[in-house]
T-cell receptor, first 113, second 115 residues
Framework: GDSVTQMEGPVTLSEEAFLTINCTYT??????LFWYVQYPGEGLQLLLK?????DKGSNKGFEATYRKETTSFHLEKGSVQVSDSAVYFC????????????FGKGTHLIIQP | DVKVTQSSRYLVKRTGEKVFLECVQD?????MFWYRQDPGLGLRLIYF???????EKGDIPEGYSVSREKKERFSLILESASTNQTSMYLC??????????????FGQGTRLTVV
């Protein structure tokens, strides 16, 4: 079945550092890929998405590129802020939305001032 | 603002109790989902529904049931709560069955503790 693998952390960085959170996936077809973010005490919010190979999703300074050849969707940000501290989930959807998302285990990101 | 609302943020229940977790969405979405979130395990799909009165098992349905009598409401039922069901429960909804880029909208979660 489908699966998503991501680094679990916690990942601790200083403010203004460069961020990469790796995500790789296994899927039988051609999934859509997502990054969700969960701030403390809240539910998940969509951060960005990509629906086909070589698509780049971007939002709030974060970017991720759908790489079919390496089955990856790594999340990057050039300069992180304390407010980026959260848990980040990589996810895929292959069943046309109705079957739900398959999530990675989440990466806890801590940004220190 | 689009919204998925879960009826409780925190619940404490006793072992053996029947527990209802309620979720309402105001986006006229066809699809609704229940996940549980546990440290080190991420989110796991319990049940989902793609239409009123329809339900499908997810990855971990044992010990749970669901009800979808109206399009906007999706209830998760723990028939006899056990301590291993202590968890964060997240409801989500999405539209357009068949659309591959469907975004899911999440509620704020219900942290359930079974004692």
């Amino acid at each position: 079945g489908d699966s998503v693998t991501q680094m679990e952390g916690p990942v601790t960085l200083s403010e203004e550092a460069f961020l990469t959170i790796n995500c790789t996936y296994t899927a039988t077809g051609y999934p859509s890929l997502f990054w969700y973010v969960q701030y403390p005490g809240e539910g998940l919010q969509l951060l960005l998405k990509a629906t086909k190979a070589d698509d780049k999703g971007s939002n709030k300074g974060f970017e991720a590129t759908y790489r079919k050849e390496t089955t990856s969707f790594h999340l990057e940000k050039g300069s992180v802020q304390v407010s980026d501290s959260a848990v980040y989930f990589c996810a895929l959807s292959e069943g046309g939305g109705a079957d739900g998302l398959t999530f990675g285990k989440g990466t806890h990101l801590i940004i220190q001032p | 603002d689009v919204k998925v609302t879960q009826s409780s943020r925190y619940l404490v229940k006793r072992t053996g109790e029947k527990v209802f977790l309620e979720c309402v969405q105001d986006m006229d979405h066809e699809n609704m989902f229940w996940y549980r979130q546990d440290p080190g395990l991420g989110l796991r799909l319990i049940y989902f529904s793609y239409d009123v009165k329809m339900k499908e098992k997810g990855d971990i349905p044992e010990g749970y049931s669901v009800s979808r009598e109206k399009k906007e409401r999706f209830s998760l039922i723990l028939e006899s709560a056990s301590t291993n069901q202590t968890s964060m429960y997240l409801c989500a909804s999405s539209s357009e069955t068949g659309a591959l880029n469907t975004e899911a909208f999440f509620g704020q979660g219900t942290r359930l503790t079974v004692v």
